[in-house]
């Protein structure tokens, strides 16, 4: 299991407006390979059209929460 924490980054970076994609490497991560539900969840619903804003409407969390989330899946290079 990879477990994704600990990264650096900066709340603000992803804006409620942003539309993220998965990388190569994340189109070929495994759904088992996510420490946690909420990962899985958020990184399910990147699909290179839906906004942040759309993924956190979706999930019914605080913008905070998805976006410390989505900033988790970038340091691990699965997103951008």
């Known amino acids: ?22 990388t190569e490497l994340g189109n ?9 539900r909420d990962l899985r969840q958020v990184f399910a619903l990147v699909d290179g059209h839906r906004t942040v804003e759309e993924i ?10 998805v976006v410390r989330l989505l900033n988790e899946l970038k340091a691990a290079k699965l997103l951008e």
Not at 1 to 22: M, T, W, Y
Not at 28 to 36: D, E, R, V, Y
């Open 1 to 22: 299991d990879v477990h994704i924490s600990g990264s650096n980054f900066n709340e603000q970076s992803i804006l409620p407006g942003a539309i993220l994609k998965r």
């Open 28 to 36: 070929k991560a495994p759904g088992s390979m996510f420490s946690s």
């Open 56 to 65: 956190v409407r979706l999930l019914h969390r605080s913008p905070d929460f």
